[in-house]
Antibody
């Protein structure tokens, strides 16, 4: 079955950087786009970014453009989110999620359990 | 693109719950619905407006027309109590949009 395990979360000071990872298994990773979605404490879901199955196409939510980078290593079945210039409002649980469609970029279907990022001095 | 959901919906056990998701001409888009229970990751319950992933009960169904999409849960059970989020892919901005979420309370 699909398994997605996020790691790399923690407490970081404003303006600093953090890199999240997501280890995937149970499906052909290189055939699917992958998403990052976040959820601030007690709030709703906010989509962050998506990368296509081959890494060629990347899309970002406006508030993270220029600060966050999404990438993948298909040889390691791993998704990454590099977060720079972090702000207090980036505090959230970050979920990685598999795209619904083969070789498409649409919406997430299976989600990991998330990793918590706290941006605080 | 903005999706609007009611903050809360309450329903008695065994009754039917309807959760709406409003958006400009949303009927022209594919709508997806997620269920999220406290402390858990979201689970996809409806995709392409009205398809159910394997393992999702037939009690869950969706509809989409005009400016409104609706998630319908029949014969509601206590275990259905959760937050529900609608979602679309906004091709004009190349991004995923979520509704604000609706808390379903089973009385």
């Amino acid at each position: 079955q699909v398994q997605l395990v996020e790691s790399g979360g923690g407490v970081v000071q404003p303006g600093r950087s953090l890199r999240l990872s997501c280890a995937a298994s149970g499906f052909t990773f290189s055939n699917y786009g992958m998403h990052w979605v976040r959820q601030a404490p007690g709030k709703g879901l906010e989509w962050v970014a998506v990368v296509s199955y081959d890494g060629a196409n990347k899309y970002f939510e406006d508030s993270v453009k220029g600060r966050f980078t999404i990438s993948r290593d298909n040889s390691k079945n791993t998704l990454y989110l590099q977060m720079d210039s972090l702000r207090a409002e980036d505090t959230a649980v970050y979920y990685c999620a598999k795209d619904l469609t083969v070789r498409g970029v649409t919406v997430p279907d299976y989600w990991g359990q998330g990793t918590l990022v706290i941006v605080s001095s | 693109y903005v999706l609007t959901q009611p903050p809360s919906v309450s329903v008695a056990p065994g009754k039917t719950a309807r959760i709406t998701c409003g958006g400009n001409n949303i009927g022209y888009k594919s709508v997806y619905w997620y269920q999220q229970k406290p402390g858990q990751a979201p689970v996809l319950v409806i995709y392409y407006d009205n398809d159910r992933p394997s393992g999702i009960p037939e009690r869950f169904s969706g509809s989409n027309s005009g400016n409104m999409a609706t998630l319908t849960i029949t014969r509601v059970e206590a275990g259905d109590e959760a937050d529900y989020f609608c979602q679309v892919w906004d091709s004009s901005g190349d991004h995923v949009v979520f509704g604000g979420g609706t808390k379903l309370t089973v009385l």
